[in-house]
């Protein structure tokens, strides 16, 4: 018995050295790929922290401490075979409790409206696949987005099921919302390691304009603290309030201006006292200086909500500045169900969306179910997708806007629309 151990020890410490020493003749004979390794870039993302007409702004993650990373990219023209430019990207290091990560941002400026470039990510040795993104024209004909409510998730195969088929589908979006409350546990990085993997196949395609929802703000084991992992992770507009930078921002994509607002005052609150008067003064002045035809306004908390717990201070703060700059429509989040209301001024009904804005409750594209959000007296369609996950696509063409709601698998719950100079303006 003991011979028997003795020998077996003896074929262990052989088997060890001798993969020890093919690694160190690896890593002689092959540097770079040995490099690569840890070098090679995930979680690359799309977003625009500038004008979607002119550039792209493209996000990476790489595990090594890479000081160096790069974006290639090209125009893509018929039979043509363009230069590819390189741009060195800058690096960020961002803390977590799974240790140290290196954040490489680029923007690309100075492109053409409404055309088609493919870029790759990384750097000699270590270079990503490439992957395609298109400008916004000057004047798009139409506009197609997505919007997709709560993603947080005990599993994010879920949220990756919504979002892939929901891409699938409309194939023809130029990019999507996710209304905050992308994950569970916003500074447990492991969460945004699953929703990144998730989200792979789409991020690289199309921009992601994120909103921040309460559960940015949660720390393992309930502690809160500003949303540090989502402005570090997702390059946006730094137009917003000075202690809101990166998580408040409006922009605009052709006829339509977008602005989005953080509703969490009981968890940032106590960083940033004055969040709400930040955020009502740089409301009056963002949407009176809006120039576009429409205007969208999105908040995760809704004014007029379908969970128990109203939301009475946001909706003193944002709501009479919505209806005074009339946005048409404000979409909401966190209460985990699809529903909208007439187009209200006031808390009152109006004749037509001209006259008030319609509030529009996008549902949940995770797993997390609410069976006690139901349908309230402001609401004029109400659905509780407790059988499968949701989300919404809008479309402007032709001087209308059209909402649709579909479920996961692609069945449609709601469909209406509003058109610019019309007495009776919604139809379903
Ligand atoms: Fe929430």
Redesign the pocket.
Known sequence: MRRVKSLWNGLTIFAFLAGLLAALVASVAFPSQMAAAADLPSHITLTWAGDPRTTQTIAWKTDALTQDGQVQYWAVLPGKTEERQTLPAQVERVDSNWGTLTIHTVTLTGLDPGSSYAYRVGREGAWSEPYQFTTAPDRPQRLKFMIFG?S?SINYNTWRTTLQQAYQANQDAAFFINM??LVDVGQDYGQWDAWFNASQGVLENIPCMPLV???ETYGPGGKLAMPALFTAQFKLPLNGPAGLKGQVYSFDYGDIHFVMLDTQIGEEGRFVPDMLEQQKRWLEQDLAAAQQKWKLVFL??APYNNKAAGNEAIKAAFAPIIEQYHADLVFT???HVYAHTPPLFGGTPADSPSQGTIYVATGRSGSKTYADSIAREWNDFFYNPQDEPNYLTVEEESNSLTVKAFKQSGSLIDTWRITKGQLAEVSN
């Open positions: 709560d947080q905050g409350d929802g309460n559960h995760h908390r989040a966190h209460d």
